[in-house]
């Protein structure tokens, strides 16, 4: 195998022997050796190719899931994108001057036209749910500037597998409707080269005018550990474990009770000893028509007592008499029969189900109004709801520099200011006393 670089265990490829990878010479210069060789399939996603689409199935019906993925999606955008200078104060602390997009006219109506802030939202989206996104960029006719970048579905992307020669993942296939049959060929797969992320924008302009390539995909992915093609998400183990699964089963067993129960309240019985003895030797001269009709009437009389709020409390009376054999027996008796939904079955199964979810997501139940599986189950104070937000903020600097990577290679191939930072301003809530607001925006 030719020589190439791992990151994590996606090999895109650096040196001699890879597929116009990459390296230095001995007079610096940076040199590109071809290789036409390529795997010519691609990598499935699960083991039926479409892991997304059954992981986002189950996801749609979890609530729990929803609202955490929610809040993940919401605090890694923050208050949305936006250019900065960072300076250093006096006193040597790092001072962040924020700079408008209207100073820089190139820069916005790029902005503009690509509808970047839709971009930020999409890119966020697939990060937080796949680990994974899938930025395209498409480049001017002399390959010396980006005119173009949007996001394409990560649920809807595949791999080409890693050509065995030069160690690269060369391309990536698109497709809006993925199964395990689905071939390269097909009408409606789209192959589009694949660019290293660990590349820097001269590699890349060097490379795509060697290969006359005008549009390419650069994904971009949170740390792998041991994969070597697509992330396995963390928190996507309450998928596999099966908490997602048992919290989505108990709405659906509530739903059929709730339709198939018979929705009864009393059982009554009416001994037979009661119609001889009200009606004596007349009962058995009734035709067995007017005996229904007389039963009917009793029965109707007794559920109209019983029934309806303004009946709540009543009683009724029943003689009581004794058979041939000197038993007592009731004439009429009214049971209430037992409710099987008043307890709430399965309830804190659920309740523990949608908290593992969010324990997993990483997001505190407080958050989203829920308490935690046997404390008080209370939806937590302002302070511990600010706190916890707080908290879940500081943890997104890594994950927003991998979807910076974007703006870097914008920045660096338009040759935008090399001093011009990009970022995701952070909402941190405060008291009322320090800030009207409640909120102020930071970098």
């Known amino acids: 195998m030719g020589n190439f670089i791992r990151h994590g265990d996606v090999a895109f490829g650096l040196g001699s022997g890879a597929a116009f990878a990459f390296g230095k010479s001995k007079e610096g210069h940076t040199v590109i050796t071809p290789e036409d060789k390529t795997s010519g399939d691609y990598e499935k996603w699960g083991d039926d190719n479409r892991y997304p689409q059954s992981f986002?199935?189950?996801?749609?019906?979890?609530?729990?899931?929803?609202?955490?993925?929610?809040v993940l999606k919401s605090t890694h955008y923050g208050q949305g994108f936006h250019l900065y200078i960072d300076e250093v104060s006096e006193d040597g602390k790092s001072d962040k001057q924020k700079q408008s997009v209207k100073a820089h006219p190139e820069i916005g109506g790029f902005f503009k036209q690509m509808k970047m802030k839709r971009f930020w939202t999409e890119t966020i989206a697939d990060l937080e749910t796949f680990y994974i996104a899938f930025p395209e960029f498409i480049l001017s006719k002399d390959y010396n500037k980006i005119v173009s970048v949007r996001?394409?579905?990560?649920?809807?992307?595949?791999?080409?597998?890693?050509?065995?020669?030069?160690?690269?993942?060369?391309?990536?296939y698109f497709c809006h409707n993925w199964e395990s049959s689905t071939s390269i060929d097909s009408d409606y797969v789209q192959k589009i080269p694949a660019i290293d992320s660990y590349w820097h924008a001269e590699q890349i302009k060097e490379y795509c005018k060697k290969k006359k390539i005008h549009k390419f995909i650069m994904p971009i992915f949170?740390?792998?550990?041991?994969?070597?093609y697509y992330p396995e998400v963390d928190w996507h183990a309450v998928y596999h474990n099966g908490w997602m699964e048992v919290a989505n089963s108990i709405p659906e067993y509530k739903k059929n009770l709730f339709e198939n129960q018979l929705n009864l309240k009393y059982m009554v019985y009416i001994s037979e000893e009661y119609f001889l003895r009200m009606y004596k030797n007349e009962w058995d001269d009734y035709t067995p028509e007017k005996k229904k009709e007389i039963?009917?009437?009793?029965?109707?009389?007794?559920?109209?007592?019983?029934?309806?709020?303004?009946?709540?409390?009543?009683?009724?009376?029943?003689?009581?008499?004794?058979?041939?054999?000197?038993?007592?027996?009731?004439?009429?008796?009214?049971?209430a029969i037992d409710d099987v939904l008043k307890d709430g079955s399965y309830l804190p199964e659920a309740s523990a189900a949608n908290s593992e979810i969010m324990f997993a997501m990483g997001v505190d139940p407080s958050l989203l109004g829920a308490g935690i599986p046997g404390g008080k189950m209370n939806t937590g104070s302002g302070s511990d709801k600010r706190e916890a937000f707080s908290i879940l903020t500081s943890l997104f600097?890594?994950?927003?520099?991998?979807?910076?990577?974007?703006?870097?290679?914008?920045?660096?191939?338009?040759?935008?200011?090399?001093?011009l930072e990009g970022g995701f301003a952070n909402t941190e809530l405060t008291t009322l006393d320090e800030n009207p607001t409640g909120t102020q925006t930071t970098f």
């Not at 996801?59 to 609202?67: D, I, P, S, V």
């Not at 009437?297 to 058979?323: F, R, W």
């Open 56 to 70: 986002m199935r189950a996801l749609k019906l979890n609530g729990a899931g929803g609202a955490g993925l929610r």
């Open 151 to 172: 996001r394409q579905p990560a649920a809807k992307c595949r791999f080409e597998k890693i050509n065995e020669t030069s160690g690269l993942i060369e391309n990536v």
């Open 222 to 228: 949170y740390p792998l550990m041991t994969e070597t």
């Open 295 to 335: 039963r009917d009437q009793l029965t109707e009389a007794i559920d109209d007592h019983l029934s309806g709020n303004k009946n709540a409390g009543k009683s009724i009376q029943s003689v009581v008499y004794k058979d041939l054999n000197g038993e007592w027996v009731k004439g009429i008796e009214v049971k």
């Open 397 to 419: 600097k890594s994950k927003r520099e991998i979807t910076l990577e974007s703006w870097n290679l914008l920045r660096d191939y338009n040759g935008w200011p090399e001093d």
